[in-house]
């Protein structure tokens, strides 16, 4: 698709893996369309969490982690498709929510 044609022109893409923002500061799982994308292209994934606090005024943190290999995420190429895209998508989650407890500790907070 589209995300991927840009991938391949060098291009970089953002995603919003659980295809919304938190609600009230409660994240929504992961969807396995950021695995298969992730699996369909060779650029590396750089893994990011976000307070979710947006509006007029207010502040937004973010930290950033370091880039990732999708073989790294799951080496197993023998696996079916479905299969590997669902173990990359729980270990990106994984990643990503490690970002938001290293956030949140940074920032006093004991909750996401």
Excluded at 21 to 29: H, I, K, R, S
Excluded at 89 to 96: H, N, Q, R, S
Excluded at 99 to 107: F, P, Q, T, V
Aim: with cysteine; glycine share 8%; hydrophobic share 35%.
């Amino acid at each position: 698709g589209d995300s991927l044609d840009c991938l391949d022109k060098g291009q970089v893409i953002g995603i919003f893996p659980s295809s919304r923002l938190p609600v009230d500061g409660v994240p929504f799982p992961f969807k396995p369309s950021v695995g298969i994308i992730a699996m369909h292209t060779d650029a590396p994934i750089i893994p990011f969490y976000t307070n979710g606090n947006y509006g007029w005024f207010k502040r937004t943190d973010v930290m950033i982690g370091e880039p990732i290999n999708v073989d790294d995420l799951c080496p197993d190429k023998s696996l079916k498709d479905e299969e590997r895209a669902k173990i990359i998508t729980a270990e990106l989650e994984k990643i990503v929510y490690s970002l938001g407890d290293e956030l949140n500790k940074r920032l006093g907070k004991t909750d996401r």
